[in-house]
C-alpha cells in the first residue's frame, strides 16, 4: 500500500478517538460567569474542593475556572455585613458521553484531567433577602473578659514610658527643652538691655532721634572756679588777679610746625578737564 494512503487511513481511524475525549474537545478549563443580585460592590471566594484551586471574584465578573469532579464552595460579602455561601455541584459535561465511542479507552483521563465535568455557565448571587447588622464587638468586649474602658485597651491618648531606655530618652528631651527656654530667656534679656541701653543715649544710638543734642545744664556752662577765670575772646589784656585764661584761635598742625598752606595756588591755571563729565 501506498504512503499516500496511509496518513489519510490513520486519521480517519483517529478522529474517533480524538473526539470522544473531553480533555481534547472541551479542554480541563471552563469558563463561569458570577452575578450579584440585591446588592453593590460584591466580594466573593471561590474554592475547588476543600483544598483545591481559589479564585478571587468581584460581581459582575467571569472566570476560567479548572474543571473537577468536587464542589464548589463560595462565600461572598456585601455591605452592611451581609455575607452569602453557596456550593455549586459539578455534574457530568456532555462531551463525557462520547467515550463510548472508543469503549470508555479514554474515560480515565478525562477524569484524571476533569475534563468530564463541568460547573454552570452562570452562578448568581443573591442578596436580596439577606439583612444588614451590626458588626460584632471586638474578643476583648466578650462577657466574662475584663472591663476594656478600665484596662485602657482603646485609649489612643499620650502614654508614659515602660522601658528604661525610654525613661532615659524622655529625662534627656526633658533637660534638652529646659536648656532651650533659659537661653531663650537669656536672649531675650539680652535683647531689652540692648534696646535700653540705645533708648539711653541722647540723639539716639544711630542719630536718628531728630533734634539737637541737649547737654545738661551742668556741662554746658561749668562752674566757676576761684582760681581759674574764663574770659571772652574779645578781651585781649590778660587779668592780673585772679588768673584769667585767654582761649586761643583753633590752629592746624602745619601752622604750629611752621609750614604755611596756601588755600589755593595762584600759579594754576584752568582744570584740565571740564567741569561737566557728560560725554
Given amino acids: 500500500m501506498s504512503k499516500n494512503y496511509i496518513l489519510p487511513l490513520l486519521f480517519v481511524f483517529c478522529a474517533p478517538l480524538l473526539a470522544a475525549c473531553s480533555t481534547v474537545t472541551n ?11 440585591g446588592a453593590d460592590d460584591v466580594f466573593c471566594d471561590v474554592l475547588i474542593g476543600t483544598n483545591g484551586y481559589k479564585y478571587t471574584v468581584r460581581p459582575p465578573q467571569s ?5 473537577s469532579r468536587k464542589p464548589m464552595f463560595i462565600a461572598c460579602t456585601a455591605q452592611g455585613n451581609r455575607t452569602k455561601n453557596a456550593v455549586i ?27 468530564m465535568y463541568a460547573y454552570p455557565e452562570e452562578i448568581v ?4 433577602s439577606a439583612l444588614a447588622k451590626d458588626q460584632p464587638l471586638p474578643a476583648y468586649e466578650n462577657k466574662g473578659a475584663l472591663n476594656s474602658r478600665e484596662q485602657g485597651i482603646e485609649y489612643l491618648g499620650p502614654d508614659t514610658p515602660v522601658l ?20 531663650d530667656a537669656e536672649d531675650a534679656a539680652a535683647a531689652k538691655e540692648r534696646e535700653r541701653r540705645i533708648e539711653a543715649v541722647e540723639g ?3 542719630g536718628d532721634k531728630g533734634g539737637a543734642v541737649k547737654k545738661p545744664a551742668a556741662a554746658a556752662t561749668p562752674k566757676s572756679s576761684k ?20 582761649a586761643k584761635p583753633a590752629i592746624s598742625p602745619q601752622q604750629e610746625n611752621g609750614m604755611v598752606v596756601p588755600q589755593a595756588n595762584p600759579q594754576l591755571g584752568k582744570p584740565i578737564f571740564p567741569s561737566s563729565t557728560t560725554f
Avoid: H, M
Avoid at 479542554?27 to 443580585?37: D, E, P, W
Avoid at 530618652?169 to 532651650?180: E, I, L, N, S
Fill in 27 to 37: 479542554g480541563s478549563t471552563q469558563q463561569v460567569s458570577f452575578k450579584a443580585v
Fill in 63 to 67: 472566570v476560567w475556572v479548572q474543571r
Fill in 89 to 115: 455541584e459539578s455534574t457530568v459535561a456532555n462531551s463525557a458521553y462520547l467515550n463510548g465511542l472508543t469503549a470508555g479507552t479514554t474515560l480515565a483521563w478525562d477524569a484524571n484531567t476533569g475534563a
Fill in 125 to 128: 448571587i443573591d442578596f436580596s
Fill in 164 to 183: 528604661p531606655g525610654d525613661r532615659d530618652v524622655a529625662a534627656r528631651y526633658k533637660a534638652a527643652y529646659a536648656d532651650a527656654a533659659r537661653q
Fill in 204 to 206: 539716639g544710638f544711630y
Fill in 227 to 246: 582760681d581759674v577765670q574764663i574770659a571772652p575772646l574779645s578781651e585781649a589784656a590778660p587779668a592780673t588777679s585772679p588768673t584769667t585764661l585767654t
